[in-house]
């Protein structure tokens, strides 16, 4: 076997975390490799829903509250950054969101739940409203009379994931990263000089520091430097029609229209470990929704459906971290990839770098799951 | 035949699901038949006979010289057919299949989901794709599509009209057009001259057969016809001054009204893959197609996958397999055991065996070449996303190493075809880019629907409440 090529950090993971990571890495003047695996993998990248989504995000965690709104807050120049660099517009808006309800008991459970939010202790206030179908029906004039009311919060946007995913890769290439993919990792090893070793079995790679950003195999990869990542799949199902002429002017939570024009649905969470199977009643009920919300979409044709694998943790908030025991491994994982990618790329890669974490980002580590003793 | 004219007239549930009315459809039902068993024909054209024997019954063209002997061969298997005790479901488009036998289905604009103890995927082959420059200029089809024009309108191609690549359809369409009184002007013959070293110890064998003598006396008259140009090895289409000019040789050119295009037919992928039947390349068709053993038995239990579509061999072949699937489902059902579908499945067999020798000829002699499989970089590969060569290239170069990474990279095979138009493009050219065989490379996920259903229908498919708590989180 060649010998290792020595980097000063490796991040294992290709998806949008890595990627976006990897890319801030190179940003702050490291020589970085990504490692990835090969065509067929469990890709919550391929899979996710594209929004940038700030309302729902933090009861529970005032702090991911505040790291979702610094995300989105810094998305409009990540996204300006990465178009300069690689001409690939990822179509990033950010015309406020919806959450539309066909119930008012749904509506007063996600008003109630918005309230319990904002009032925790250390929350950064924002704004959000409640509107009747009144003031709805002045925004979206195809609104189906199902639709009794809704939330609305002007931080809430979207992108185009997959331009997304490929810009992030083409600007690490462009910035003289490496990428390999096909490149699994099966054994990282802290070495005794410090750094690390990481095998595959295409090759061995050595690296100051490694991040890392596998998603579900973070579960895995942890333990390999003292890090825990509890962290499991939860399935989502997607349905995406063809493309239709503009008509969806915001993106809703479970409903979207792209920059193409395709109208996509998704707001389904199961527990059902690897299994990336689609199941039609799932879809069905998605639809219907969907439809309700606006009669008129049920004349598209749906083109595609598919299941992701979220990566959810035990609290369903991100976690980072620096191993303790072997100084120079971090790691980086969490469900909402899009929606973080420019405080992943502008925020915590820089702290990568510099080798510590910044201290406000202390709540996000896994020893808050670590149950105390009892005697 | 009990003809069903929507899914509300369906069974709630078939012992023995059949998708496709082709040859190897029909002669499965056919096989079937009788048995005390449920047994439903799910097929997408209005009337039986797939794409080999398209409009059998109805053909405008009732000479039957324009369209020859072998079409009308099918009449007979058409005529047992609707004299089999089935049911059969014409305008329908299977959009389901899962592991668990489940069937979604849609005709007249509402879909059905129902359960088979068996089923048979009979849907056939379609033509490999042909991506060079210019094949998605108006005026450019394949020559499929030119046939099921002539077969089931009577409509021929007419003014200068140039039939482009390799292959039997090629050469049996170019006769079709001729017996129509509509002869194209040139045949761009694009058979490798490289070819005929491995296809040569396979020609005594296809000699012995019945179609070696037909298949030489069509050729000779289609060249006392028209001109025919050999080992074509570079072909492009440009648009100019509203006519094709076909470029295929440096300085070579002639302008054409049509131009249409063949290079030989691979297995429909669609549902096998979707429902997550295991598929492998199969070297002599340089294709994927689904794994199957000698009953046509695929990888996930109670699924079967019957003629072309489980690897191309023919019309004829195509019945005698889809009669062994339906052997082996009876057995599976409990109306035979084994000696009693090994009884019935001997003549099939012997059968198969004399329709199967020739054919290594047939596919050596017309593997198509390498470089008109792969895009060009100024071609389009991707028809729906519009995805270009030129692009599958640099996501390759990028490090999307196969056809599931580079649908992320670029959309390519997500659009409405699901990859019919493209999958095959997309492996070929990663293969091209990366210098490994297209075995190495893989073949992209299909998924639900095969094909486009509205969401509506979605929207009024069964639900239970584990469904709805998945999406509204109650």
Redesign the interface.
């Known amino acids: 076997m060649a010998d290792a090529a020595i980097f000063d950090v490796a991040v294992i993971g ?1 998806g949008v975390v890595g990627a976006a990571v990897a890319r801030g890495l190179l940003g702050a003047g490291l020589s970085a490799c990504i490692l ?1 695996e ?3 993998a469990h ?1 919550a ?2 899979g996710n829903f594209a929004l940038v989504w700030v309302q729902s995000k933090g009861l529970g965690m005032a702090r991911y509250g505040a790291w979702t709104r610094a995300s989105s807050d810094a998305w409009a120049a990540f996204a300006a950054d990465l178009e300069a660099e690689t001409g690939i517009d990822v179509a990033h808006r950010r015309p406020g969101g919806f959450n539309l309800c066909l119930s008012e008991q ?1 509506l007063e459970t996600r008003r109630g739940a918005l309230v319990r939010m904002h009032n925790q202790p250390g929350w950064i206030p924002y704004d959000w409203e409640v509107l009747d179908r009144a003031a709805l029906a002045r925004e979206f004039p195809d609104l189906g009379p199902e639709v009794v009311g809704g939330l609305f919060c002007p931080l809430d946007g979207h992108v185009n994931s ?1 331009r997304l ?2 810009a992030l ?2 600007s690490f ?1 462009a910035g003289g990263g490496a ?4 490149w699994p990792v099966t054994r990282i090893a802290p070495l005794s000089a410090g750094g690390f070793r990481i095998e595959t079995p295409r090759g061995v790679v050595e690296a100051g520091k490694v991040v890392l950003a596998a998603g579900i195999a973070n579960a895995r990869l942890a333990p390999m430097v003292g890090l825990a990542a509890p962290v499991r799949p939860q399935r989502g199902q997607i ?4 493309k239709a002429a503009p008509f969806l002017h915001y993106p809703i939570v479970t409903l979207r229209q792209t920059d193409e024009g395709s ?1 996509m649905m998704g ?4 527990e059902a470990g690897l299994d990336e ?15 309700r919300m606006f009669p008129r ?10 299941a992701a694998l979220r990566v959810m943790s035990q609290d369903g908030f991100p976690i980072y971290d620096q191993s303790e025991a072997a100084p120079g491994a971090f790691i980086a994982t969490c469900h909402s990839g899009v929606t973080l990618a420019a405080a992943h790329g502008r925020l915590l890669a820089p702290m990568i770098a510099r080798g510590a974490l910044d201290a406000d980002l202390a709540p996000f580590s896994a020893r808050r799951f670590d149950v105390p003793q009892t005697a | 035949m009990r003809r069903l004219t929507d899914v509300g007239a369906l069974r709630e549930a078939y012992d023995l699901v059949i998708v496709g009315a082709g040859p190897a459809g029909m002669a499965a039902a056919v096989e079937a038949a009788g048995q005390d068993r449920a047994v439903l024909v799910l097929d997408e054209n209005p009337g039986p006979g797939g794409q080999i024997y398209r409009a059998i019954g109805t053909a405008p063209l009732r000479d039957p010289r324009v369209l020859g002997a072998a079409y009308w061969e099918g009449a007979a298997l058409a005529d047992a057919f609707a004299a089999a005790e089935v049911d059969y479901l014409p305008g329908a488009t299977v959009w ?1 299949l ?2 668990a036998l ?1 069937i ?1 289905v849609s005709a007249g604009a509402r879909s059905a ?1 129902l359960p088979a103890r068996r089923v048979i995927l009979a849907t056939g082959a379609l033509e490999r794709p042909m991506p060079l420059r210019g094949w998605t200029l108006p005026g450019v089809m394949s020559v499929g599509a030119g046939q099921a024009l002539l077969k089931a309108q009577g409509i021929a191609p007419t003014g200068r009209v140039v039939l482009a690549g390799c292959g039997p359809l090629l050469w049996l369409y170019a006769a079709q057009c001729i017996a129509a009184g509509a002869a194209p002007s040139l045949i761009l013959e694009t058979t490798p001259r490289a070819n005929w070293r491995g296809a040569l110890r396979h020609l005594p064998a296809f000699l012995a057969t019945p179609y070696a003598r037909k298949g030489l006396a069509l050729m000779a008259r289609v060249r006392r016809h028209l001109r025919v140009v050999p080992h074509v090895a570079a072909l492009a289409i440009d648009a100019e001054d509203g006519a094709l000019r076909v470029t295929w040789a440096e300085g070579t050119a002639f302008t054409a009204d049509h131009v249409l295009l063949h290079q030989g037919v691979v297995p429909t992928l669609n549902l096998a893959r979707a429902a ?1 039947c295991a598929i492998a390349w199969d070297e002599g068709n340089a294709c994927f197609a689904p794994v199957t053993d000698a009953w046509g038995t695929a990888s996930l239990p109670g699924i079967a996958v019957a003629g072309d579509g489980a690897g191309i061999a023919g019309a004829e072949a195509a019945a005698l397999r889809g009669r062994l699937t339906a052997l082996e489902a009876l057995r599976a059902l409990g109306v035979l055991d084994e000696a009693g579908r090994d009884a019935r499945a001997a003549p099939h067999r012997a059968a198969l065996a004399r329709w199967s020798r020739g054919r290594a000829f047939l596919d050596a002699l017309y593997r198509p070449a390498p470089h008109f499989c792969a895009a060009p970089p100024d071609a389009m590969a991707c028809r729906c996303e519009e995805v270009t060569g030129a692009a599958l290239r640099d ?1 390759a170069r ?8 580079l ?5 390519c095979g ?3 075809c ?1 990859g019919r138009m493209c999958g095959p493009t997309i492996t070929e050219t990663i293969a091209q880019e990366r210098g490994i065989h297209p075995r190495e490379v ?1 073949y992209m ?1 299909l ?3 095969a094909k ?5 229908e ?7 409440e ?3 708590r ?4 109650r």
């Open positions: 290709g990835d090969g065509d067929i890709r990248s391929r749904e997959l995913f490929r890769h083409a290439k990428y390999r993919p096909e349905l995406v029609t063809e109208v707001d389904s969470a199961e199977r689609i199941g039609l009643g799932v879809l069905s009920v998605m639809a219907e929704r969907a439809v979409i049920a004349a598209l044709n749906v083109v595609r459906t598919w | 389901h899962d592991d489940e979604g989901v997550g996501a990028m490090g999307a190493t196969g056809p599931n990474q649908k992320a990279f670029l959309r997500m659009g409405p699901q893989g996920r998924r639900t629907p486009p259903i509205t969401l509506g979605f929207a009024a498919l069964r639900k239970t584990a469904d709805r998945a999406v509204e989180r």
